[in-house]
Each structure stands twice: as C-alpha cells, then as structure tokens.
C-alpha cells in the first residue's frame, strides 16, 4: 500500500515562539499517512528557500518520498502565521518571501508515477480543482480536502471536483447540521462516492449515499490542535484502504487525531527563524 499527497505545502509560523514547523494539506497527508504505517510520497512545487528546505527535510527524516520534488529557484514558501490559545492553534495571517508562489500542475510527466499509488490525496489549498480530472483515468483512490471556506462549496467549484473523486471532506465547525446535509448531498449527487463532514468537538458525519454515519470525538487537553483535522482524515482514509469498517475508521482516526495534538506543530520539526 502506497498514498501521496499532492500540491501545497507551507510553514506555520508561530509568532509568539519565533518557530517554524512544516505543514500545508497535502505535506501534512504524506507525513500523517507515514506515522499510520503505510509507504507516503509528497509530490510538489517546494521552494529553494529556508522555510523549503524545512519542508522536504522533515518529510525525508520521516521517509516520506519526496524525489520528484526538486528545489525550484525564484518560488517563495507560503507563511501561515499562528498563535497558540491555551492549545488551540489560531492562524493570524500570512505572507511569502521572496519570489512567488507557484500552484503544482500535473503535467504527462507525473501520470506513470502517480499511478504506482494506491490513494493520490489532493485539496482546495493548492489550488487543485483545475488539475483534479486529469487523476481520472488512474486506478487508484482518489481523495479532496475542500477545507471549510464557502468558496469551496460552490455549485461551480463542486462540480469541477466531485465527479472524480472517490471521498470528500468538508470542515464544518460554523454550520448547522441543515447546510452540511445539503453540501453532503450535492457533493455526492455529483460523483464523490464518500462525503466525510468533520465538526469539530461536535465530532464527524459521513454520508454514503444511503446513510448518515455518525463519527467518534476523543477530548484530550491539547498541547497544539494544529493539524487535528487533517489527521483525522488522513487516518480515515487509511483506514477505508485497509479495508475496516465505518465505525473501526472513525475510532482508529479519532485516536490517531488525539495523539497528533500532543505534538507541537502539524507533525514536530520545528525550526527558530
């Protein structure tokens, strides 16, 4: 079993401290996918700049795959500026350093190496939506994070996605349970065979087509919930490949989500700057 997360990575930069950890989406996804047991790649555009090196150095230290990522001159890792509230993590802004940001295409290059996976992870930070039907003819599962902003929820935008991807996750904390029934069966209705909502202390709810599912929350006293969500996820998916059950996958993420907020940073390797 192999997965890869695909597209953006960033350094949340926690301001308070003046310490940087990798993260971004798709980065998080590799190294959580790692930690579950299973052989991960990160397939990207990494900056050749400080924050970049962090990034592709702390996924080979964890042996996430990172060889069809070279360092690239001229592009500027993404900053996400963070502050910690007694645990929980709240981003503040962000910025780029020199140069610019580049979005990962997949170009005809990457198609014999992305269909040596078993699960190709992709989602709305890194500007995906545009790239995600090019995945369609590979045999592999195919998953999207459209995170929790309403832009990402549009007829348009859904309908760019939904029809080839195999599970979806919305994050959900501000919405009733009305919208996200709503967004669930749109999703759905327009090919996605899964639609997972996380909400949060409120727990998960995933949708079948059939079936509403109701997921499993394990209250710890965080040290930093960066990264929960993304975890939790990233653990759920793991689980379906191998095969468990709707209920084993929720517990086997929410544990896993748990322990991932006893670390500081997404996943540790944190850097002064």
Not at 6 to 30: L, S
Not at 122 to 135: S, V
Request: with cysteine.
């Amino acid at each position: 079993m192999k997965v890869i997360g695909t597209g953006d990575n960033v350094v949340d930069r926690y301001i308070d401290r003046r310490i940087m950890f990798p993260g971004g989406n798709a980065v998080n996804f590799a190294a959580y996918a790692r930690r579950c047991g299973v052989e991960s790649a990160y397939l990207g555009n990494i900056a050749d700049d400080p924050e970049g090196h962090l990034v592709k150095e702390s996924l080979e230290e964890l042996g996430v795959e990172v060889s069809e990522c070279p360092y690239m001159a001229g592009l500027a890792t993404e900053r996400c500026d963070v502050v910690l509230n007694e645990g929980d993590r709240q981003f503040v802004g962000s910025t780029y350093g020199p140069g610019t940001w580049k979005p990962f295409t997949i170009g005809e290059e990457h198609m014999d190496y992305l269909a040596g996976f078993d699960l190709i992870h992709c989602g709305c930070y890194g500007e995906m939506a545009d790239e995600i039907h090019k995945l369609e003819g590979i045999d592999a599962m195919k998953t999207y994070d459209f995170s929790c902003e309403e832009e990402y929820r549009t007829d348009e935008y859904l309908e760019k996605v939904c029809p080839y991807i195999d599970l979806a996750l919305f994050s959900a904390e501000e919405m009733s349970e009305d919208e996200m029934e709503t967004v669930m069966r749109k999703a759905h209705d327009l090919g996605s065979g899964l639609v997972l909502v996380t909400m949060g202390t409120r727990g998960q709810l995933l949708w079948d087509g059939e079936i509403f599912h109701r997921g499993k929350v394990k209250l710890i006293e965080a040290v930093d919930t960066m990264g929960a969500g993304d975890s939790f996820f990233t653990a759920f998916a793991i689980s379906l490949l191998r095969g468990l059950e709707y209920e084993a996958a929720f517990e086997y993420a929410a544990d896993f989500s748990a322990k991932t907020c006893l670390t500081e940073g997404a996943f540790g390797f944190g850097k002064e700057y």
